[in-house]
C-alpha cells in the first residue's frame, strides 16, 4: 500500500486538472497510415465523434477544446481494436506497442488514465482471488484451520481494495475516474455470509453509497455496468420467464426508486431499462415500468411529450390482453391493408425486413404453417420494415409469400412502427378476432408453442 501511495504522491506533483485546450497524442505501431475514431459514452451507448489519421509510424494527434465535456472516450481504429480514455481537462499522451487496448499501452502523460487503468487492473485482481475464495468459504470445513485463513484473507482484500480507492480519492479530489469506479463499487461482504445471505445482504446494501445526482457520471458505463451487476441479483438460471419478470418487477422498483432524487439519472436508468427489457422481450417488466413510472421532463402537453414517454404509453397499448392499435398500411399494388378489418379469427401481425437474418430464416417456417391450416383458422399481415421497395418485393415473389403484406418503405420511422414500439425485427403479436393481443411470441418456436395453447394449431 505505501508503493502504490508513494507513486500517486509522485504523480500529483504533475498538475492536472488545468483549463483550456489540450490534446490527445498517441502512437498505435500497428495503425501507421490508418485514420483513429474518437467517440463519446453516454451510459453503453458509444457514439462517433470524429477521426484523425496516423502517419506511416502511427503516430496522431487530436486537439480537446474547452468545450469537451469531461467523460469516457473511446479511441478506435476497429471493431475490435479500441481504447477507453478518460478526458478531464489534461493532455493525455500514450504509446501502444501492438493492436489499440489498454493491455498494449503505457501513458506517458494523464493522471486520470494512469489512475483508471491501474484500479482497473487491481480489481480485476482482486475479484478474480474474491471468486476463488467464496467456495472454499462456501464448502471448507468451518473447524479447519485452513477456513479461518480463507475467510480473513477475503475480508482483507475487500477491505484493501476501499482503502486504495479512499488514498486515490484523497489524492485526486476532481478525478473522473475515481467517479466511475465509486459508482461500481460494492459494499463489504462479511465472510460469515452464507450464499443466501450474501445475496439478501448485496440487495439491500448494493445501492447505499452510490451517489444518484452524480450526472457527470453519465458520459461513462459507470451507471450502465451498475443497473447490469443490480439487476444480476435478482436473476436465476433455474427461473422460468415469468419468474425472472417479477424478479426484475423488485429490482428496477428499488433502482428507480432511489433515483428518483435526479431527473437526469432517473431518467438515463428508465430509458436504460425500457430499451434492455424490449429487446429481451420482458412484457410483463416494461407494462410494470410504463404503469408506474415516467419521464420527469415529460409534461402534459401531447405535442411536447419526450420519445421516452410515448414510448411508455405506447407499452401500455400493446401489451398482452389489451386491443392491438389499428393501423393501415399500403400492400405491393398500393391498396391499403387495416388491420381492423380483417375477419378472420385470429390473425398474427409480423414485423420484419427483408436485411433481417432471423425474419428471413423464419418467413418460409411461418408460410408451411400458414399452408397447411385446414380449415384456415388464422390470417398473417406482415409488415414489412424495408425502405426499398424492390428487395422487399422480390422477397415477397421469391418466397411466394401469400398473406396481407403491407410496407410504409420507412423503415423503423414509419407510423406503424411507432405505434407497435418496434425497435428489432422480427416481433409478432397474435390476436384474437376482435384483435385482443394473446401473445407476443419472440421466436418460431415460440410462436408454435403460443398457436398451440390458443388452440389454433
Known amino acids: 500500500m505505501r508503493r502504490i501511495l508513494l507513486y500517486f504522491l509522485l504523480l500529483s506533483v504533475i498538475p492536472a486538472y488545468s483549463q483550456g485546450v489540450h490534446s490527445i497524442r498517441g502512437e498505435i505501431k500497428s495503425a501507421g497510415g490508418k485514420k483513429v475514431f474518437l467517440s463519446g459514452f453516454y451510459g453503453e451507448k458509444v457514439n462517433r465523434i470524429d477521426s484523425v489519421p496516423c502517419d506511416a509510424s502511427g503516430h496522431f494527434i487530436y486537439t ?186 423488485k429490482a428496477v422498483t428499488v433502482i428507480l426508486s432511489r433515483a428518483s432524487i435526479n431527473a437526469e439519472v432517473y431518467k438515463f436508468l428508465l430509458d436504460y431499462f425500457v430499451g434492455g427489457f424490449d429487446k429481451y422481450h420482458f412484457d410483463a417488466v416494461i407494462t410494470y415500468i410504463a404503469d408506474n413510472f415516467q419521464d420527469p421532463f415529460s409534461c402534459e402537453d401531447q405535442a411536447r411529450k419526450t420519445q421516452l414517454q410515448k414510448k411508455l404509453e405506447n407499452f401500455k397499448k400493446i401489451s398482452v390482453g389489451k386491443i392491438a392499435p389499428d393501423i393501415t398500411v399500403p400492400d405491393p399494388k398500393g391498396k391499403l391493408i387495416r388491420l381492423s378489418e380483417i375477419k378472420s379469427e385470429y390473425t398474427l401481425l409480423v414485423f420484419w425486413s427483408s436485411e433481417c437474418g432471423h425474419c428471413i430464416q423464419m418467413m418460409p417456417q411461418l408460410k408451411y404453417l400458414y399452408d397447411k391450416q385446414k380449415p384456415k383458422r388464422w390470417e398473417v399481415m406482415t409488415i414489412s420494415l424495408d425502405t426499398s421497395r424492390s428487395e422487399w418485393t422480390s422477397f415477397l415473389k421469391e418466397q411466394k409469400l401469400n398473406w396481407l403484406n403491407g410496407c410504409e418503405l420507412k423503415g423503423f420511422n414509419s407510423i406503424s412502427s411507432d405505434e407497435y414500439n418496434i425497435f428489432a425485427t422480427p416481433t409478432m403479436f397474435l390476436l384474437d378476432r376482435e384483435k385482443k393481443i394473446l401473445a407476443k411470441p419472440i421466436s418460431y418456436r415460440e410462436l408454435e408453442q403460443d398457436l398451440k395453447e390458443n388452440k389454433i394449431f
Open 64 to 249: 480537446l477544446g474547452p468545450a469537451t465535456p469531461t467523460g469516457l472516450y473511446r479511441l478506435s481504429t476497429g471493431k475490435d481494436n479500441f481504447l477507453d480514455l478518460v478526458v478531464n481537462n489534461e493532455n493525455i499522451e500514450f504509446t501502444c506497442r501492438g493492436d489499440l487496448s489498454g493491455d498494449s499501452t503505457s501513458f506517458l502523460s494523464s493522471n486520470e488514465n494512469k489512475i483508471y487503468y491501474y484500479f482497473l487492473g487491481y480489481d480485476r485482481k482482486v475479484q478474480a482471488k474474491l471468486e476463488l475464495l467464496v467456495p472454499l468459504i462456501d464448502f471448507y470445513p468451518e473447524k479447519d484451520g485452513f477456513y479461518s485463513q480463507a475467510t480473513i484473507e477475503y475480508e482483507r482484500l475487500q477491505q484493501s481494495e476501499k482503502r486504495t480507492l479512499d488514498s486515490l480519492s484523497a489524492l485526486y479530489p476532481g478525478s473522473y475516474a475515481i467517479r466511475i469506479f465509486r459508482i461500481q463499487q460494492s459494499p463489504f461482504l462479511p465472510a460469515g455470509l452464507t450464499k443466501e445471505d450474501r445475496g439478501a445482504y448485496l440487495k439491500q446494501h448494493f445501492l447505499d453509497d452510490v451517489d444518484f445526482k452524480d450526472t457527470l457520471s453519465l458520459r461513462s458505463n459507470a451507471w450502465a455496468n451498475k443497473a447490469i451487476s443490480y439487476l444480476s441479483l435478482y436473476s436465476n438460471n433455474k427461473y422460468n420467464q415469468k419468474q425472472l419478470e417479477s424478479e426484475f418487477i
